[in-house]
């Protein structure tokens, strides 16, 4: 029963790849950071698509602070390729980069109308209405379009 708890205190302190690999993970363990043993599947994604010491020779040419954003890069274009394994990331790329034409494309025609409506309507006064000529004219309002005015009764 000691030997399995102290085998179990091991367990927990392994990083996935070496939780994956069934081995001891050492205290300089280069994958550690990036891939913690809560989460194995993040490891998985990314060694069925790079292998491990392809991982671990990108890793140890990078700088240290680099690291942690490739290695999400790494889990992103994994998943990508695990949900369209023919474009992988490069299939949302070309999605979004059609989102972003067509929303241009509606943006100049939109700009286009605005302008269109500006030039057409800047000086624009309404034209009198045929009874307001005539008012004008006469020079006297007969209020004929007011119910309550007291001539109609």
């Not at 050492?26 to 491990?52: E, M, S, T």
């Not at 494309?105 to 269109?116: D, G, T, V």
């Not at 009198?128 to 020079?139: A, C, F, M, T």
Request: proline share 6%.
């Amino acid at each position: 029963m000691y030997r399995f708890h102290k085998l179990d205190k091991m367990t927990s302190t392994r990083c996935a790849v070496c939780k994956y690999f069934r081995r001891r993970c050492p205290p300089d363990c280069i994958f550690a950071p990036y891939f913690l043993n809560d989460n194995p599947q993040r490891f998985i994604c990314v060694h069925r698509f790079y292998g491990a010491s392809n991982i671990g020779k990108m890793l140890e040419e990078m700088p240290v602070q680099l690291r942690a954003d490739a290695v999400d890069s790494l889990y992103y274009e994994a998943k990508c390729r695990i949900q369209d394994p023919v474009y992988g990331c490069v299939g949302i790329i070309t999605s979004l980069h059609r989102q972003i034409q067509i929303a241009q494309s509606q943006l100049a025609k939109a700009q286009a109308e605005i302008s269109f409506l500006d030039a057409n309507f800047v000086g624009f006064e309404p034209t009198p209405s045929l009874s307001e000529s005539l008012v004008q004219q006469n020079g006297f309002e007969q209020g004929l379009d007011d119910p309550f005015s007291t001539w109609f009764y």
